[in-house]
C-alpha cells in the first residue's frame, strides 16, 4: 500500500516521527509521497530526518493557495522560485501542493490563479506531475489546466471532495482521484459514490495525514499506517478484493510518480 498525500514532515510528527514511519512500515505502507511547503526551513529539515527514516517516500513541494499571498505583486518569480526549491529537495518527484481554496480565501483570488498558472506552466516544462487541491473553485482549476496544460501535464486531484462535474473534468484530464478518509465518514455519501466509479488505473489513496483521520479514528492525529483503513473501505466500496486494490493503486502511483528508489540490501529497515 502507498500513502500518496501525506505531510509527514509537518510539526505534528517532530517529536515521534521514528515510531509513526515504524507502524506504517509494520502495517504493510510501502512508501507515499510527502507533500512539503515552499519556503518552510523548519519543515526542510524535519524532511531531511523523514527521509533517512524511510527510504521509499517521495516528495513534492510547491507554493500552496493558502500561501500565494506571500507572492503579491511578484507572481512572475513564482517559477523561477519553485524551480530552485525542486532542485533543493532530494527525492523529489512531483509539484505541490498546488491549486486554488475559495473556501478559506487566504490568499486574494487572483493571486492564487495566477501563482497555480505559473506552477502548471513549470509542470509542462518540466514534465513533472502535479498534486492539485481545489475547494470551491472548480471552473477556474479546471480552465487553469486546460488553459496551460491539458495534454501536457497530469498528476492527482488530492482528497477528492468534489462534485462528479469535476471528477469527469478532471478524469478527461487525464488526472488521477486520490481518496482520503473522508470515504469513512459517515456522511460522505457523494464521496463514496464517485470513488466507487472512478476507473480502476486512476484511483489513489491517500491520508492527507496529520489531517483527516479515517473512522473509528476520526479526530486523533492521522499517520500513513492509517491508509490502510482508508483503502479496505474503498476496497469494500468497489467489490474488490484488498490485495487486488493494493497492487492497483501501488501501480497507479508508480505510474504517476515513478517507482521508489530501491531499498539497499544492506538497510537493516528494508
Ligand atoms: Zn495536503
Known amino acids: 500500500m502507498i500513502d500518496s498525500h501525506c505531510h509527514l514532515a509537518d510539526a505534528a510528527f517532530a517529536d515521534d516521527v521514528g515510531d509513526v514511519v515504524r507502524r506504517a512500515r509494520g502495517a504493510g505502507v510501502s512508501g507515499g509521497l510527502c507533500i512539503l511547503a515552499y519556503g518552510d526551513a523548519a519543515e526542510a529539515t524535519r524532511a531531511d530526518r523523514v527521509r533517512d527514516l524511510w527510504p521509499g517516500l517521495r516528495f513534492a513541494i510547491g507554493v500552496h493557495p493558502h500561501q500565494a499571498h506571500e507572492f503579491a505583486g511578484r507572481e512572475a518569480e513564482v517559477a523561477d522560485a519553485v524551480r530552485a526549491a525542486l532542485s533543493g529537495t532530494p527525492g523529489v518527484c512531483a509539484i505541490g501542493e498546488v491549486g486554488l481554496d475559495y473556501h478559506y480565501d487566504f490568499s486574494p483570488r487572483d493571486v492564487q490563479r495566477s ?9 509542462r516544462e518540466t514534465g513533472l506531475p502535479v498534486v492539485v487541491h481545489t475547494r470551491e473553485a472548480d471552473a477556474d482549476t479546471i480552465g487553469i489546466i486546460r488553459d496551460e496544460g491539458a495534454g501536457k501535464v497530469s498528476g492527482v486531484f488530492h482528497c477528492f471532495s468534489g462534485t462528479e462535474d469535476l471528477a469527469n473534468d478532471a478524469l ?11 470515504v469513512t465518514f459517515p456522511r460522505a455519501e457523494s464521496i463514496r459514490a464517485i470513488a466507487a466509479d472512478t476507473p480502476a488505473d486512476r484511483l489513489l489513496v491517500e491520508t ?5 483521520a479515517p473512522v473509528p479514528m476520526r479526530g486523533a492525529r492521522n499517520e500513513p499506517a492509517w491508509v490502510v483503513r482508508t483503502a479496505e ?3 469494500e466500496l468497489r467489490h474488490v478484493a484488498f490485495d487486488a486494490f493494493d497492487t492497483s493503486v501501488t501501480g497507479n502511483f508508480q505510474r504517476t510518480f515513478g517507482a521508489p528508489p530501491p531499498a539497499s540490501p544492506l538497510d537493516p529497515r528494508a
Open 208 to 212: 492527507d495525514c496529520p489531517y483527516l
Open 233 to 235: 473501505r474503498l476496497a
Open 172 to 182: 478527461e484530464l487525464g488526472f488521477l482521484l486520490s481518496f482520503s478518509g473522508m
Open 115 to 123: 501563482v497555480f498558472r505559473a506552477q502548471i506552466g513549470l509542470a
